[in-house]
């Protein structure tokens, strides 16, 4: 096992006793999947796509291994693999509180060594965990593994949180382990796709709020304890369960950020982004 896939299981596992124990995720989470649910919507709608694979699973913030549940919904089957078996097991659990264990598969990957065959899956995508491997080394992989469709989304190194928290490491000595800066970069990441001979379709700048990426550092209840304890059940929020897309979509703060993200155009966009994303084919 490599040094960065010990830092990466270690990275998921430490992660794990702080995420979500309950659908309430905290604004930051909900909002940030609310906006790649849209754009998992519109791959969906444009694309003949019936099976996924999320590999490795993410372990980042909010639900971990949740991220599949839209493909999912959308009718296609999902199979997301890991290589920590204590991720995987949460992830389960909320996919059966969910009434989706029929559409996904769990794969248990502790050596990193993507035991699938060659065009397995229609689409192989990866959320946040591509910039943990070096030179984008995972790339040939998912090429190998995909029949067609390709998606990444990553942090975005642009983000004026980024440096803040390259700070917060320093400050509290503590080792960087969120991946390679290159590959939170959009532009090194088309041409790393352009070199494996990959046709980029779709890309740009994806939940994109006015605070700073923290990164991994859990702010989920911070909203409830500045609105009181009587306002609580109002400061509740949930983006996974059936009809919360819809409920978020009507939510006032919601339209505000989509506003937000709709107005602001490039460089400013970069400022402010949390994530970018990527979708490419084979050709």
């Known amino acids: 096992m490599t040094k960065d896939e010990k830092l990466l299981i270690a990275f998921l596992e430490k992660n794990l006793p702080s995420m979500a124990p309950t659908f309430d995720e905290g604004i930051g989470i909900a909002s940030e999947r609310y906006f790649m649910a849209k754009l998992i919507g519109k791959i969906m709608r444009q694309h003949q796509i019936k099976t996924v694979l999320e590999v490795p699973v993410d372990g980042l913030m909010g639900v971990p291994g949740m991220n599949s549940v839209y493909f999912a919904r959308a009718g296609a089957k999902v199979t997301v693999a890991s290589p920590s078996k204590a991720l995987l097991k949460n992830a389960e659990k909320f996919w059966r509180k969910l009434n989706l264990q029929k559409m996904v598969h769990f794969v ?6 993507f035991p699938f065959k060659n065009q397995s899956f229609d689409l192989v995508w990866n959320y946040c965990l591509f910039e943990h491997f070096k030179d984008g080394i995972l790339l040939p992989e998912m090429k190998r593994i995909s029949k067609k469709w390709i998606l990444i989304i990553t942090q975005n190194r642009y983000n004026y949180g980024y440096p803040i928290h390259r700070w917060y490491h320093q400050k509290n000595n503590q080792a960087w382990d969120h991946g390679y800066s290159e590959l939170m970069d959009l532009f090194h990441l088309k041409k790393t796709f352009r070199r494996e001979g990959l046709k980029i379709e779709m890309n740009g700048c994806i939940d994109v709020p006015p605070w700073f990426d923290t990164f991994d550092m859990h702010t989920r209840g911070l ?7 009587e306002k609580e059940k109002k400061w509740y929020w949930s983006s996974l369960q059936e009809g919360d897309l819809e409920k978020l979509s009507q ?18 966009s970069f400022l402010f982004a949390h994530h970018f994303y990527l979708l490419a084919r084979k050709q």
């Open 108 to 113: 248990w990957d502790p050596k990193f060594d």
């Open 223 to 229: 909203g409830k304890k500045l609105v009181g304890k």
């Open 251 to 268: 939510n006032q703060l919601i339209k505000i950020l989509d506003t937000f993200q709709k107005l602001l155009v490039f460089p400013f």
